[in-house]
């Protein structure tokens, strides 16, 4: 009787363990985005600042720090020149390096993080041109790395007082640069064909050169590392790739989809998503801009971010918040200009319920009883009459678009918003043709 007793309580617990993860995982649910807030901004590319209550960003010439708390410009530069082609900052939010153009090509500037004014310009080194085509910050703030375009060098300069450190030598053009998350490696594209190389930062030493199948040949661009420093991403031949770092082997790659127009490359801070801007199809007959996010391991798709509201023309760059539960993302063909605020997570409505609405076609709100006409006394109290059914034909349509938008969410791999929608249209629309592939598909994703 005692080993039954026991057994029974083992079970219980057991179950209730269970329970308790089932409930987990229901309320956590898949991550997705959810719309806070729009902040009118004069930019159009956009970068988190380390307090998460700036942005800073670049359009046209000019390169803007904005305070999303009071939507108003910090400061704003403006040179004589084209400018803002590319901005580096380290972590800390304590240097920030623009570079901006003069005549004959660019000129990387230290800039004054607070009133956004020059501190120093850089000279370059002797036989290099002022062709630099991008750079970065080491983590620490104490190294700046530019990849000094045709020239065939990526060269490094110490911060703040832009004393030349070395010069690293490449084999071809050199497009990328990136410092490891440690501040130990320095990845840099163009040194090899195919492949890029990684190099110990500090000594200049060659570590290792990935490559891949020469026919598909190529030197990748926008290299990013993970958090961990355990893989690398990048932009090659219009395809998003990553590679185990210490293999140097592929861990996957995504082939083009829709036209593709990649530009910004991003994991979020806790390594697990990996996310980047392109043109994928999201309906059956268009394509818009979005920011699409994957399982940085495995390469599943997540999410989606696509604001229909902007339809499919121009760019849509973005940025994670520092603590990788916001997204900032910017549409460069919408005026006036704003940059909008998206919380990044489970999906959760008003009320902190999984299922809240994403981007995208807003369902109809309810529909309100008409007042009585004058002169007509209202119905009477008691049991309210059972509503007219629709006729046949005005319900298999409006199943028919229940059924369009259930497939977009699952074209935008919200999955969770899809099943529940799914769930509506055989329960409110039964024997109807879209009910019942409602059903099919119901029956395929679980």
Request: hydrophobic share 40%; aromatic share 8%.
């Amino acid at each position: 009787m005692q080993r039954f007793r026991q057994a029974e309580r083992f079970r219980f617990v057991i179950g209730a363990i269970a329970l308790v993860l089932a409930s987990a995982n229901a309320f956590s649910g898949p991550p997705g985005f959810t719309e806070e807030r729009r902040v009118p901004s004069p930019i159009t590319r956009v970068r988190f600042w380390p307090d998460a209550d700036h942005v800073i960003g670049t359009v046209s010439r000019r390169t803007v720090k904005v305070n999303l708390k009071t939507s108003q410009p910090v400061w704003t530069r403006e040179p004589p020149s084209h400018g803002g082609m590319s901005m580096a900052m380290d972590p800390q939010g304590k240097r920030l390096v623009v570079l901006e153009g003069v005549r004959g090509g660019w000129e990387p500037k230290l800039i004054d993080v607070n009133s956004g004014k020059t501190i120093r310009t850089f000279q370059l080194v002797k036989n290099i041109s002022k062709r630099s085509y991008c750079l970065a910050i080491s983590p620490n703030g104490g190294t700046l790395a530019i990849a000094a375009g045709t020239d065939r060098k990526v060269l490094l300069i110490e911060l703040p007082g832009g004393k030349p450190m070395g010069v690293i030598k490449t084999a071809r053009q050199a497009l990328s640069v990136a410092f490891s998350p440690d501040g130990r490696m320095l990845a840099v594209s163009g040194d090899g064909y195919p492949g890029f190389s990684i190099y110990d930062a500090k000594g200049r030493r060659k570590l290792k050169h990935i490559t891949w199948d020469p026919k598909i040949g190529g030197t990748p661009i926008h290299l990013v590392f993970s958090p961990d420093n355990r893989l690398i991403a990048g932009f090659l031949q219009g395809q998003l790739w990553i590679w185990n770092l210490s293999t140097g082997r592929t861990l996957w790659r995504l082939k083009r989809i829709g036209i593709g127009l990649f530009g910004t490359l991003a994991f979020s801070p806790d390594g697990k998503w990996l996310a980047a801007n392109g043109q994928w199809a999201v309906k059956p007959d268009n394509v818009y801009m979005s920011v699409r996010v994957w399982e940085a391991r495995t390469g599943k798709v997540v999410a989606t971010l696509t604001d229909l509201r902007h339809g499919n023309d121009g760019e849509m760059n973005f940025a994670f918040s520092p603590d990788g539960k916001r997204v900032a993302a910017v549409f460069d063909r919408v005026k006036p200009l704003a940059v909008t605020i998206w919380r990044w997570g489970p999906a959760t409505g008003g009320d902190g319920k999984p299922g809240a609405s994403q981007a995208g076609p807003s369902q109809a709100p309810p529909v309100k009883p008409k007042p009585p006409p004058p002169g007509k006394p209202p119905a009477a109290a008691g049991p309210k009459p059972t509503p007219p059914k629709p006729a046949p034909a005005d319900e298999a349509t409006r199943a028919q678009k229940e059924l369009k938008y259930a497939k977009l969410l699952l074209t935008n791999a919200q999955t969770q918003l899809a099943v529940g929608k799914l769930k509506a249209i055989v329960k409110q629309f039964p024997g109807t043709e879209a009910a019942k592939e409602a059903q099919r598909l119901l029956a395929r994703l679980e």
